[in-house]
């Protein structure tokens, strides 16, 4: 009791001198006893009391003391007390700000980012999305010394690393290059020049863990390891196999396995052994990686042929591979070729490989005849393997001299036909590769001097027959193959553009449309920020349903309004005015003759439908498989079932009255 008198004297005398940080510490020093004592709403009035500033009054209010726990009520506070004219702030979407504004009066904080001038936040966001960043960061290096950092960034990019790593904290490399291109550090182009060199520093240094695997952290230890006993005997108590792993190869590549006595190899061999086991049956990948480290050591158990067993059942060396790292593919292949007989396994399975396997195979093995003839009788079937097709269009000065492979017409036509239509996992990075390589003007011109006129002819007729490539990029390749020989000119076929009409619909449906945005505007979304402020009141936001499924609910409501309000500033109201009956188009009235009778549509606007009264949108598919048609025209007729029959148009009338009627604006509705 005597203490909570004292801090009340306490309080009350940093109340009467206005010391309103002497009275911010002391409750934040003593916040377990005043929760006990005082309501959140007392503390808030403490504050208050303390001091005169309006900034500090409006933060004091905008913490939520009394509608979150006192604790994060403290935390919110403190925050908004660093934010300061001037102060560097740190946010995960817009990267480093300047705070230029802090608005009492409407609670905004208004921060310059470099890619976005002027951003407002509330103070509750403010809390949420920004920090002030920590001292050394790389951002702020930038901006305190661009020389610095540009110099690092350029000669010493594993230094580099290191400062993102310890800016960020360990990740991915997936996520190191993430950031390093968001934030403009490195051009995409640049990445992979960037990282080979930074790895190549990285692996010297002793205080980086550079994973096997690219979905693996990148770490960054506080010390250097001594390999001494203690290591020694924490490496063999070590049940992780992925650890065990790592451990050797950090060991093995600080030279220090060559010198190494029998009884530490011995612990090794012991412990890799285990790993192995462990590994069996859980992580295919993760086993042959281990079976080449037990290999490459020197050890015999298990035996390599044990371990190839394992691999060969159920093609688990081609789940192994497409999950290794490329660079460890290679050495993973060598190690399971080690005859004639298993050289066949592997060549008889170029099919099921990734794409990173496929070109090691060719790479180690593509000498010996049989397996370019393993190649070519892939690549001689109907629909050749993706991999397969990738690799030799990409690389065809490599495979130029296989005489066993198909003709280049016969591979490109595969070429073509791969970048044809919807793909998905690997197969689409594969298409998008050929598309790629189809874009390119110099492959394109190697292409054509390796084909005689003939060929050439092909494949140019072959290529422009594919009408599933993208129409836009598909034009641009057609143009380039006849810039490249204009002798193919003879042989473009013009195809005659369809009519396009203007993005309109009834004053009907655009009433009704703007009626909806403005209940999304003005109901909607405010009855969901005051659902997303209730539910901060049920506590720690991280485990807080009702809070997630508000901001979930928020971030859907302002896609929504981002897409409406787009729409309608795209699509006008009208009544097609302009519509005329030598052919269908929004505006009219048609009647069709299908195998099951006469059937009668009104087209109208895009956002214009009414069964009941035969109105149907002019984007619904029927609508615009009849656009353009005319009087005895027949045309493709989708029924309920995705199944497709043949209709003609039989006539094309004006719209009726009770059509007319229907596209007015309804009553008490404006425009």
């Known amino acids: ?183 403009n550090f490195v051009k995409s182009a640049n990445w992979k020049a960037f990282w080979d060199a930074a790895r190549t520093e990285l692996r010297k240094d002793a205080l980086v863990e550079i994973p096997a695997k690219r979905t693996d952290p990148i770490r960054l230890k506080a010390s250097a390891e001594d390999y001494g006993d203690g290591w020694l005997t924490a490496f063999s108590h070590e049940t992780d196999p992925k650890l065990i792993l790592s451990s050797v190869r950090e060991y093995v590549q600080q030279g220090r396995f060559k010198t190494a006595d029998e009884e530490t190899k011995a612990k090794f061999k012991e412990r890799l052994s285990f790993a192995v086991t462990a590994a069996r049956k859980v992580d295919d990948a993760l086993y042959a990686r281990l079976a080449c480290e037990v290999v490459s050591l020197g050890f015999s158990t298990p035996s390599a042929q044990e371990m190839r067993d394992y691999l060969w059942e159920r093609k688990r060396f081609v789940a192994a591979a497409a999950q290794l790292p490329s660079r460890e593919i290679g050495a993973f292949l060598r190690f399971m070729a080690h005859d004639a007989q298993a050289k066949a396994k592997l060549y008889a399975a170029l099919g099921d490989f990734c794409f990173s396997a496929v070109s090691e195979i060719a790479e180690n093995f593509g000498s010996e005849n049989e397996c370019r003839e393993a190649f070519a009788s892939f690549m001689k079937q109907p629909k050749a393997p993706a991999t397969l097709t990738t690799l030799i269009v990409g690389k065809y000065e490599f495979f130029e001299q296989w005489e066993q492979l198909p003709s280049l017409i016969t591979i490109l036509t595969h070429a073509i036909a791969l970048g044809e239509g919807r793909q998905s996992g690997e197969t689409l990075k594969m298409q998008n590769i050929v598309r790629r390589l189809f874009a390119n003007t110099d492959w394109l011109k190697k292409v054509f001097e390796r084909l005689n006129e003939g060929d050439r002819a092909l494949f140019f007729e072959r290529f422009q027959a594919s009408i599933a490539w993208e129409a836009s990029t598909h034009h641009a390749i057609v143009v380039r193959m006849m810039k490249i020989d204009p002798a193919l000119e003879s042989r473009f076929v013009k195809v005659e553009k369809k009519k396009e009409y203007a993005r309109i619909t009834s004053p009907r449906s655009f009433a009704l449309k703007k009626k909806e945005y403005l209940k999304l505007i003005n109901e909607d979304m405010p009855a969901n920020v005051k659902r997303i402020e209730f539910a901060k009141s049920y506590g720690d936001l991280s485990e807080n349903a009702e809070y997630q499924y508000a901001k979930d609910e928020q971030r859907a409501l302002m896609q929504k309004q981002s897409l409406m309000q787009a729409d309608l500033e795209a699509v006008k109201p009208g009544e097609f005015a302009d519509a005329t009956l030598d052919e269908v188009m929004p505006g009219v009235t048609v009647v069709v003759e299908t195998k099951d009778g006469e059937k009668v549509w009104s087209i109208l606007g895009e956002w214009d439908n009414d069964l009941e009264m035969g109105i149907i949108s002019s984007k619904t598919r029927v609508a615009m498989n009849l656009m353009g048609k005319k009087v005895g025209d027949s045309f493709e007729l989708p029924d309920v079932d995705g199944g497709v029959s043949f209709a003609s148009v039989k006539e094309i009338k004006a719209l009726s009255d009770d059509i007319i009627q229907w596209m007015k604006v309804p009553e008490g509705l404006a425009i």
């Open 1 to 183: 009791m005597a203490n909570t008198e004292k801090l009340a004297s306490q309080l009350n005398e940093c109340v009467e001198k206005h010391d309103f940080l002497g009275a911010f510490t002391l409750i934040k020093e003593n916040q377990e006893e005043l929760a006990k004592k005082l309501q959140s709403s007392g503390v808030k009035e403490t504050l208050k009391s303390a001091t005169s500033d309006r900034l500090i009054l409006s933060f004091v209010d905008g913490a939520l003391f009394g509608e979150i726990p006192l604790d994060k009520a403290l935390v919110a506070l403190e925050k908004l007390l660093s934010f300061k004219l001037g102060s560097l702030v740190l946010s995960k979407a817009w990267g480093l700000g300047t705070v230029k504004k802090l608005d009492y009066f409407y609670k905004r904080i208004t921060v310059d980012f470099t890619t976005k001038r002027g951003h407002q936040f509330t103070y509750s966001a403010a809390v949420d999305m920004l920090e002030s960043p920590p001292e050394g960061h790389i951002l702020v290096l930038r901006q305190a010394d661009p020389a610095h950092f540009e110099d690092v960034l350029k000669n010493h990019p594993g230094e580099f690393v290191k400062l993102v790593l310890k800016s960020y904290g360990d990740m991915p490399i997936l996520k190191l290059e993430d950031i390093c291109l968001q934030n």
